[in-house]
């Protein structure tokens, strides 16, 4: 099983993409994604994606440089 441990599902060139990029991931045997949390926008879109998406999971938290 293949696991993306750290992808940025939310990112503008993905996000405006991501059936073909669920689509894609899943063609190459790409079981479950976690999407990765920048800011507090950013989790308002991982927030629908994970809703949508049952194999995808999302993460909140503050960097330690912020």
């Known amino acids: 099983m293949i696991v993306d441990s750290h992808c940025h599902l939310d990112f503008p060139n993905l ?3 991501l059936e073909q990029v669920v689509a894609r991931a899943e063609s190459n045997k790409v079981k479950y994604l976690l999407s990765i ?3 507090t ?3 308002k879109k991982i927030e629908l994606i994970i809703k949508k998406y049952k194999n995808i999971y999302g993460t909140f938290g503050i ?3 912020e």
């Open 41 to 43: 926008e950013s989790f």
């Open 37 to 39: 949390c920048t800011t």
């Open 63 to 65: 960097h330690p440089h």
């Open 15 to 17: 996000y405006d993409n």
